[in-house]
């Protein structure tokens, strides 16, 4: 196992496997979150479900999911070293054929959405960042007022351009990466077209846009 995990191929198979962990918990979190269309009875009821007796299955989700986070990271790091290592020296020209935006992206993206991570977490989970003043506000059940919190906090352009931004990146980093796991596992033969990723652009966008739509519905007094 260990000699797995320090070989190149398992460390990139190790990439794959957590990455989709990674989509698949996005994809829930999408579905959670534009049930704010639902009105402010529906998703603060999902949230106390969330956060109510029976949680321990989020929680282990949530163990999975930062496991999943930690190995996807640091084996990137492990990857990038190795591949600076074998060549000290970087190429005089170097035209990549196969280069795409997300692909150029992937590594400052990452970092960046792991900061962007910490903030959606202390914004909407541990509620210590408030910039709206709503996070301790409860609805007229006794729930967290998380419909209250989504309008309020989305209202401040700033905290809409800062999830807006996020988003687009991680778009971009779904893109490649939904493309790349095939060929990190061996399944998927190199492209000579990088613009041919027809699944990988689909799913990428539906994400995007299912992140995105919501804070742009506040803004638009779709939601409110």
Known sequence: MLAFYNSTVGK?????VTGVIGIGYVLLHVAGNLQAFAGREKINAYAALLHGPGAELLLVMRVVLVTAVILHGLTAWQLMQRARAARPVAYAQHESQ???MASRTMRWGGVLLLAFLAFHLRHFTSREIDPAGWAYRNDQAGRYDLY???VASFQIPWVS??????VAIMGLHLWHGIWSFG???GGTPPSTNPQRRPVAVVVAILIWLGFSIVPIAVLAGVIR
Do not use: E, H, P
Not at 12 to 16: G, R, S, Y
Not at 161 to 166: G, K, M, Q, R, T
């Open 12 to 16: 990139k198979a190790i990439m794959a």
């Open 98 to 100: 196969v280069a795409t």
């Open 148 to 150: 209250g919190n989504i």
């Open 161 to 166: 351009a800062v999830y807006l931004v996020a």
């Open 183 to 185: 060929r990190s596992l």
